[in-house]
């Protein structure tokens, strides 16, 4: 085979049927993706928008759990070719956090947080940059939580440990 129809790889080199082959494992894996997304949505009672798809892919794709704020989204968003208002966004987050897609974490000012990560944990917050990190399940112990007002439940809690 001539050197022109090669293409290099770490191991040597691809003959233009194993790139197609790979092209198409790549293709198979980015329909399970949209699959997944599909069916995350789906589970969760909401309908399938372009916008929750296009959200849901951006947050949930790589399967990494994030922090996100509301700009980030969008600036995403925007950057991949996709239009989506601000406020639409907004809306769009927080429809996923009542299907329990996402958790919003509150850190103090007017700062709201997305996070992936649905589970109980505690975070981190680097002030100086506004950065969240997570801290692993049962390595802050909270002692006892108090019972709520009369009438009145616990929907849910956040610990935030401010560093720098």
Same mark, same amino acid.
């Given at each position: 085979?001539?050197?022109?129809?090669?293409?290099?790889?770490?191991?040597?080199?691809?003959?233009?049927?194993?790139?197609?082959?790979?092209?198409c494992v790549f293709s198979y894996f980015r329909t399970?993706?949209?699959?997944?997304?599909?069916?995350?949505?789906?589970?969760? %009672?909401?309908?399938?928008?372009?916008?929750?798809?296009?959200?849901?892919?951006?947050?949930?794709?790589?399967?990494?759990?994030?922090?996100?704020?509301?700009?980030?989204?969008?600036? /995403?968003?925007?950057?991949?070719?996709?239009?989506?208002?601000?406020? #639409?966004?907004?809306?769009?987050?927080?429809?996923?956090?009542?299907?329990?897609?996402?958790?919003?974490?509150?850190?103090?000012?007017?700062?709201?947080?997305?996070?992936? %990560?649905?589970?109980?944990?505690?975070?981190?917050?680097?002030?100086? #940059?506004? /950065?969240?990190?997570?801290?692993?399940?049962?390595?802050?112990?909270?002692?006892?939580?108090? /019972?709520?007002? #009369?009438?009145?439940?616990?929907?849910?809690?956040?610990?935030?440990?401010?560093?720098?």
């Amino acid at each position: 085979m001539d050197s022109k129809n090669q293409l290099s790889s770490r191991s040597g080199f691809i003959e233009p049927s194993q790139h197609l082959a790979a092209r198409c494992v790549f293709s198979y894996f980015r329909t399970m993706i949209k699959k997944t997304v599909t069916q995350l949505l789906e589970g969760a %009672n909401l309908r399938l928008t372009r916008t929750r798809k296009a959200i849901a892919q951006l947050l949930y794709e790589d399967g990494l759990n994030r922090h996100v704020s509301a700009e980030w989204v969008a600036r /995403e968003l925007d950057e991949a070719g996709e239009k989506i208002a601000l406020a #639409t966004v907004y809306n769009t987050l927080n429809s996923f956090v009542e299907a329990g897609l996402l958790r919003q974490i509150q850190t103090g000012g007017q700062a709201v947080i997305f996070d992936t %990560n649905t589970d109980e944990h505690c975070h981190f917050l680097r002030e100086s #940059t506004g /950065e969240l990190i997570d801290i692993a399940p049962g390595m802050v112990d909270l002692g006892k939580i108090p /019972e709520p007002p #009369t009438g009145m439940r616990v929907k849910g809690w956040d610990v935030i440990i401010r560093v720098d």
